[in-house]
């Protein structure tokens, strides 16, 4: 599995639409997690974070509205990306769909296509770098597409594991990283790598990142992690 591979959870309780839209996303290239009801679909982002959801409204005990409701009122979560999928066209449910929180709003019968479209534009806000776009920090420029950063014009010499380090800093500088989530994002959530590791790669990054000269913008914040400026 490519440890960039974006993840969506697919929380739907009939199983025929749930299977649909997972074979489309794998074909697609998406890591695809499936849950049938709302329980479920809690327990599976506790144990493994998607970087979207698409959520089924109308399911049993616990509904979606409910679900996305919870979502967004946790930390961890609420940044996720929500897809609400509803047989609701009125006017007033999608309102209420998207005042709990979800991000965007699919009336059934939907176009798997659309559907598909609108994942993409999810995730090229929360993931950039899985999109194929080009990032830039300061003075620095990474082209998601052609794989290749600069620094002042200059070209920089990365490992493909250095470059996803980067990737995942650009996509929200400022942000501290824990050794344990960059792990997850970076190396994969089914790979076992020692968290020293992670140490080992930012100092090749930085090295990488100041060939040319200029100062180190990797920041290290003692206890917590890393961060990009």
Known sequence: MAADQ?????????????EVLA???????FRVLRAEHGEEALLVVEEDMPDIIILDWMMPNLSGIEV????????????????????????????????????????KPYSVIELMARVRTQLRRVRPSTVGV??????????????KVSR??????????????????MEKPG?????EQLLDRVWGRDIYVDTRTVDVHIGRLRKALTQHGGSDPVRTVRGAGYALG
């Open 152 to 169: 002042a014009d200059n070209p920089l010499k990365l490992g493909p594991t250095e470059f996803r380090l980067l990737s995942t800093f």
């Open 6 to 18: 974006p993840t969506v959870l697919v929380v739907e309780d009939e199983m025929a639409q749930r």
């Open 68 to 107: 996305c409701r919870r979502l967004k009122t946790r930390p961890e979560t609420r940044n996720i990306p929500v897809i609400m999928l509803s047989a609701r066209s009125e006017e007033v449910d999608k309102v209420r769909g998207l005042e709990t929180g979800a991000d965007d709003y699919v009336v």
């Open 175 to 179: 942000r501290v990283w824990s050794r």
């Open 23 to 29: 074979y489309n996303l794998e074909a697609d290239g």
């Open 134 to 147: 080009r990032l830039e920090y300061d003075d620095i420029v990474l082209d998601a597409e052609t794989h």
